[in-house]
């Protein structure tokens, strides 16, 4: 069966601070993979998807980066945190696009930046 | 990108009440999905609907899209405290090709009181 490992489940960061966040998928290959962010337990956000290694697309212009160095691990960077980078950062995989596409969510990451 | 509009924002009731909450849209989606998230989690799937009219039943929960496919209802026959949690709706839109984007709402909050 197929699982989504995110961490770490928790963060608190300075201002200023760098950032990286993992996720990695097991028991398939080739997903879609995506990292969300949500702001105060509300709608999700896309911020990045990749559909295979190295292709990553941008939803949402900001200081934050997204890498998938190998089929399975996506990775979610800041250079420099902002406050507004604050929120609940989600990881998810889906198989590929189709008409029923699935999304399948890890257990989040609550970043505080302060 | 199209917008989806989930009405209420917020409902607290008691066990053993009936609810309906609404996910609204515009604009045409090819399916829509609806999502449970519980405090500190990822969203988890609960169904996926297609066709314009279709309806689903999972236990105590039906779920409702429209005849046009612009518009979704979820309804809760006898609330339990289980059933608490935020309730994304989803909307997929062909993004070009076979590809499709999901769209979510911001949630409905739902709070069953023992």
């Known amino acids: 069966s197929q699982t989504i490992h995110q961490w770490p489940a928790t963060l608190v960061q300075p201002v200023g601070s760098p950032l990286s966040l993992e996720c990695t998928v097991e028991g398939t290959s080739n997903p879609n993979l995506y990292w969300y962010r949500q702001a105060a337990g509300r709608g999700l956000q896309l911020l990045f998807y990749s559909v295979g290694i190295g292709q990553i697309s941008s939803e949402v212009p900001q200081n934050l980066s997204a890498s998938r160095p190998q089929d399975r691990q996506f990775i979610l960077s800041s250079k420099k945190l902002l406050l507004s980078d604050s929120g609940f950062y989600l990881c998810a995989w889906s198989l590929k696009p189709g008409l029923n596409e699935k999304l399948f969510f890890g257990s989040g990451t609550q970043l505080s930046v302060l | ?114």
């Open chain 2, 1 to 114: 990108t199209q917008l989806l509009e989930q009405s209420p924002q917020f409902l607290s009731i008691q066990e053993g009440e009936n609810l309906t909450v609404y996910c609204n849209s515009s604009s045409v989606f090819s399916s829509l999905q609806w999502y449970r998230q519980e405090p500190g989690e990822g969203p988890v799937l609960l169904v996926t609907v297609v066709t314009g009219g279709e309806v689903k039943k999972l236990k105590r929960l039906t779920f409702q899209f429209g005849d046009a496919r612009k518009d979704s209802s979820l309804h809760i026959t006898a609330a339990q405290p289980g059933d608490t949690g935020l309730y994304l709706c989803a909307g997929a839109e062909n993004s070009g090709g076979s590809n499709y984007k999901l769209t979510f709402g911001k949630g409905t909050l739902l709070t069953v009181n023992p």
